[in-house]
């Protein structure tokens, strides 16, 4: 027997947000987010199971050369491009598209000497202030690209700061203005894509040619007062695990590192085999809501590397051997965040490689 800690990824909910997201772009091509190894629920499983995806989007080379390599066809594009000359004949080679969002990318790429370049997505900052040409400077950089390169595919990209906060609409817009702009002063009609999970659902305005869903394909929610599945998604992970131990703690016996939690009344421990090396975050408190047995507890004391410890008070037929979800179907992966003080994207994305994972309906 090993280890009991397991990370179920459902295949079938990945394909069933997938269709939700269709159904709120309509007509626009979907770019699937499967970055940081598709936020921590295995690249190519993921790639698989959205098959129906237009194209995928992730950082490192790597992994769009493992997706090439496992026969995806779609178009595959580096969210950050690419960071010497010798890259950009790699990216060549395997067929991929690449983000430019800065003038040193630009002037590797209008050096490099083959005719035939890679599909591009410009990156205009219209307010993140991370990545990308500011817009007035965008119009050039579109001009030496369009004189270097005159067959090159081009995409205009932006990226939303503030999508997922309907208090900040007039950001959300501005940042849309900047990216009209520059769109008019182009004579030609130049492809589009501007939407993050928040957009996709909040901001139907913004879909434009291609759509760029992370979060929402893995069934979590990108606005801060709603679940998935309050938006009809279904979680993709659930965390499961097992009680291994059970502790009787009398009035006053201390629990865990630290001794923080204190009991008050006598009362049964379980210990779960999950800790912060698996990826549950150490910083979850006392009252975080966990399943045992599929009845909703709470963790008390510390969370440490390997184990936590929950109040089985309630749960009498709770034993070593007994099931625990720490997230996902039964338990949202937002309301561990929240009291985490995260948000799922990072619980999700931190998910241990030591955690073994089971495909369910792949
Ligand atoms: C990560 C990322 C996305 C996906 O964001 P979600 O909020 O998970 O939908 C989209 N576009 C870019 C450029 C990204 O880096």
């Not at 490099?112 to 307010?127: Q, R, Y």
């Not at 900040?168 to 008019?184: A, D, I, K, P, Y």
């Not at 923080?260 to 049964?268: D, E, G, K, L, W």
């Not at 440490?304 to 009498?316: F, K, N, R, Y």
Request: hydrophobic share 40%; charged share 20%.
């Amino acid at each position: 027997m090993s280890r009991p800690i397991r990370a179920l990824i459902n295949c079938a909910a990945l394909q069933h947000n997938f269709s939700v997201i269709r159904s709120h772009v309509g007509q626009s091509r979907i770019m699937a987010v499967v970055k940081a190894d598709a936020y921590g629920h295995g690249l190519l499983r993921t790639a698989r199971a959205l098959d129906a995806a237009d194209g995928f989007a992730v950082l490192e080379l790597e992994a769009a050369i493992q997706l090439r390599e496992a026969g995806f066809r779609q178009p595959v594009l580096l969210l950050e491009g690419f960071f010497s000359t010798e890259e950009i004949e790699v990216i060549r080679h395997y067929g991929l598209s690449t983000v430019i969002h800065c003038h040193e990318q630009l002037s590797m790429l209008l050096a490099h000497k083959e005719t035939e370049k890679p599909d591009i997505f410009l990156k205009i900052n219209t307010g993140m202030n991370r990545l990308g040409f500011k817009p007035e400077e965008g119009s050039s950089a579109l001009r030496k690209l369009r004189q270097s390169c005159p067959n090159t595919n081009i995409t205009l990209m932006t990226h939303f700061a503030c999508a997922d906060d309907l208090l900040e609409t007039s950001h959300v817009e501005q940042q849309l203005n900047g990216f009209s702009l520059l769109q008019q002063k182009q004579k030609a009609d130049i492809p589009r894509t501007l939407a993050n999970s928040a957009a996709i659902l909040h901001y139907p305005g913004t879909h434009a040619d291609w759509v760029r869903p992370g979060i929402i394909l893995y069934g979590a929610s990108p606005l801060p007062d709603k679940t998935g599945i309050e938006l009809g998604l279904r979680p993709v992970m659930t965390l499961t695990s097992r009680i291994i131990a059970v502790q009787h703690l009398e009035p006053s016996d201390r629990l865990g590192y630290g001794g923080s939690f204190v009991a008050s009344q006598p009362i049964r421990v379980g210990v779960v085999a999950a800790g912060y090396a698996d990826g549950y975050p150490r910083h979850a408190p006392t009252g975080t809501s966990v399943l045992v047995n599929g009845q909703r507890t709470r963790l008390i004391g510390r969370v440490s590397m390997d184990m936590l410890t929950v109040d089985l008070s309630g749960i009498p037929e709770a034993a070593a051997g007994s099931p625990v979800t720490l997230w996902g179907e039964g338990l949202p992966v937002e309301e561990v965040a929240r009291s985490a003080q995260t948000i799922s994207y990072e619980l999700l994305a931190a998910l241990s490689p030591r955690v073994q994972t089971v495909s369910l309906n792949c």
